[in-house]
């Protein structure tokens, strides 16, 4: 059974920082890349950042020198450093891991508040 559970999250005032987690099981986690989007209230979800399996990443504008996405494929673990938070960066933030022949999952999901 795959597995992608999102920690670290939580409330944080504007220009802090937080660092998210995403522990997969269930999956040979190295040939994933790995990804975290995030869905504000009212917004679709987006694409904040990925990281291939041979480690290139690619993030989007709004985050560029804030957020670093990582992994660690000795503990199947990808994180989201994110770093100078605004109030806009309130959203939920989703772990996916999108593999070979279209496998794709999602965990569940961990809650960002920024307070300005």
């Known amino acids: 059974q795959v597995q992608l559970v999102e920690s670290g999250g939580g409330l944080v005032q504007a220009g802090g920082s937080l660092r998210l987690s995403c522990a997969a099981s269930?999956?040979?986690?190295?040939?994933?890349?790995m990804g975290w989007y995030r869905q504000g209230p009212g917004k679709q979800r987006e694409l904040v950042a990925r990281i291939t399996s041979g480690g290139t990443t690619n993030s989007a504008d709004s985050v560029k020198g804030r957020f670093t996405i990582s992994r660690d494929n000795a503990k199947s673990t990808v994180y989201l450093q994110m770093n100078n938070l605004k109030p806009e960066d309130t959203a939920v933030y989703y772990c996916?891991?999108?593999?070979?022949?279209?496998?794709?999952?999602w965990g569940r999901g961990t809650q960002v508040t920024v307070s300005s």
């Open positions: 269930g999956i040979t986690f190295s040939i994933y890349a």
């Open positions: 996916n891991a999108d593999g070979p022949r279209f496998l794709n999952y």
